[in-house]
């Protein structure tokens, strides 16, 4: 996460909104969306308030607005009320939170107006964020050419697909970029919320907001959002599901080459290699490395072995080469990544 704010007082960038008041937060509501999109991250700025309060600080004005007001019905069924956008000054508003919806194009063809009012309204607001399938919304506003996005990992190729320009980040729980910030899956939202509440009022709410949701304050933004075995059974890849399961077991073998997998699936290497991209979209040698920075995950969670064993059991070798690993696919150290994570 960019840029920071340890302070324990909220920052007021924006020279036309008062220190002194609360930050004025809106969710943009609209028919289907996700309940847990929204009051997820909602939850996180009305404890973060309830901390600002108890020291005399202004926290968050939250509210839920649609275009034209009234009783929004989510996905779930719940109704939710909501305050017309036409009752806000656009230019005082701090943050818009657009949250997602399970069948999100779909919901967006009915909310092109609010599509439209997000694109005029974004450049006027100090933040712009979206909660899982959101981003689509703010793609379709035009606020994300050009930059690196997050959704939830199911949707990641529909994005990709129909917003080329993006660059989209399946791994990513959230991602910011400047002024627009962009998170994954739905309880993802909540970590997205956490970080917000981290830059605008330091660590410390932001820690006590954390444990009393009883959530990690920050999952680093190369932490995965699923498992990489789950995402070779959900794909094209399942043509390798016996395969997959093999590396698995194999883990600590030095010997996974090419050659050797090639072998487990009776072809030869060079098809093998050319087969497995295409159906996985990524190489033999690629899909090894990423199942064992899984397995060295879980074991640095769940297990008191030190890191040079885990190294060696997950095939790494020796230590160094499993941080250069993990710095380079998740952008962490092993050992921090056990501080924040282990339980």
Same mark, same amino acid.
């Given at each position: 996460?960019? *840029?920071? #704010?340890?302070?324990?007082?909220?920052?007021?960038?924006?020279?036309?909104?008062? $220190?002194?008041?609360?930050?004025?937060? %809106?969710?943009?509501?609209?028919?289907?969306?996700?309940?847990?999109?929204?009051?997820?991250?909602?939850?996180?700025?009305?404890? #973060?308030?309830?901390?600002?309060? #108890?020291?005399?600080?202004?926290?968050?004005?939250?509210?839920? &607005?649609?275009? @034209?007001?009234?009783?929004?019905?989510?996905?779930?069924?719940?109704?939710?009320?909501?305050?017309?956008?036409?009752?806000?000054?656009?230019?005082?508003?701090?943050?818009?939170?657009?949250?997602?919806?399970?069948?999100?194009?779909?919901?967006?063809?009915?909310?092109? *107006?609010?599509?439209?009012?997000?694109?005029? $309204?974004?450049?006027? %607001?100090?933040?712009?964020?979206?909660?899982?399938?959101?981003?689509?919304?703010?793609?379709?506003?035009?606020?994300?050419?050009?930059?690196?996005? &997050?959704?939830?990992?199911?949707?990641?190729?529909? !994005?990709?697909?129909?917003?080329? @320009?993006? *660059?989209? *980040?399946?791994?990513? =729980?959230?991602?910011?970029?400047? &002024? =627009?910030?962009?998170?994954?899956?739905?309880? #993802?939202? =909540?970590?997205?919320?956490? &970080? !917000?509440?981290?830059?605008?009022?330091?660590?410390?709410?932001?820690?006590?907001?954390?444990?009393?949701?009883?959530?990690?304050?920050?999952?680093?933004?190369?932490?995965?959002?699923?498992?990489?075995? !789950?995402?070779?059974?959900?794909?094209?890849?399942?043509?390798?599901?016996?395969?997959?399961?093999?590396?698995?077991?194999?883990? $600590? @073998?030095?010997?996974?080459? %090419?050659?050797?997998?090639?072998?487990? %699936?009776? +072809?030869?290497?060079?098809?093998?290699?050319?087969?497995?991209?295409?159906?996985?979209?990524?190489?033999?040698?690629?899909?090894?490395?990423? +199942?064992?920075?899984?397995?060295?995950?879980?074991? !640095?969670?769940?297990?008191?072995?030190?890191?040079?064993?885990?190294?060696?059991?997950?095939?790494?070798?020796?230590?160094?080469?499993?941080?250069?690993?993990?710095?380079?696919?998740?952008?962490?150290?092993?050992?921090?990544?056990?501080?924040?994570?282990?339980?």
């Amino acid at each position: 996460m960019n *840029d920071i #704010a340890n302070s324990a007082v909220c920052s007021t960038p924006q020279s036309h909104l008062q $220190s002194d008041q609360p930050r004025l937060i %809106v969710f943009l509501a609209y028919p289907e969306m996700g309940l847990l999109d929204l009051t997820g991250a909602q939850t996180v700025f009305w404890a #973060a308030s309830r901390y600002m309060e #108890a020291r005399d600080l202004p926290g968050y004005a939250l509210h839920t &607005a649609s275009l @034209s007001g009234g009783l929004m019905h989510t996905a779930e069924g719940l109704a939710v009320h909501t305050l017309p956008l036409s009752d806000f000054d656009v230019s005082a508003i701090d943050t818009l939170i657009a949250p997602g919806a399970p069948k999100i194009l779909q919901a967006m063809s009915f909310s092109l *107006d609010l599509v439209a009012w997000l694109a005029e $309204s974004s450049g006027k %607001v100090r933040r712009t964020a979206s909660v899982c399938s959101g981003t689509f919304l703010l793609a379709e506003a035009g606020l994300l050419q050009g930059r690196r996005a &997050a959704t939830h990992w199911l949707m990641c190729d529909l !994005l990709k697909e129909r917003y080329p @320009s993006i *660059d989209v *980040d399946s791994d990513a =729980i959230f991602v910011q970029q400047g &002024a =627009i910030w962009t998170s994954a899956g739905v309880s #993802a939202g =909540i970590d997205l919320a956490l &970080a !917000l509440v981290e830059e605008d009022c330091g660590r410390e709410v932001a820690l006590q907001v954390a444990r009393e949701m009883v959530v990690f304050l920050k999952r680093p933004g190369g932490q995965a959002q699923y498992s990489q075995l !789950l995402k070779s059974q959900t794909s094209e890849g399942a043509a390798f599901d016996e395969l997959h399961v093999w590396i698995s077991q194999n883990l $600590s @073998s030095a010997n996974l080459t %090419v050659e050797t997998l090639a072998q487990q %699936v009776q +072809m030869s290497p060079r098809n093998f290699a050319r087969v497995y991209k295409h159906k996985t979209g990524r190489t033999p040698a690629k899909a090894v490395e990423v +199942m064992r920075v899984e397995a060295a995950r879980r074991l !640095l969670e769940d297990s008191e072995r030190n890191i040079d064993q885990i190294s060696r059991q997950c095939g790494f070798g020796d230590e160094e080469r499993m941080r250069l690993t993990f710095q380079r696919n998740l952008g962490v150290s092993p050992r921090d990544y056990r501080s924040r994570f282990s339980r």
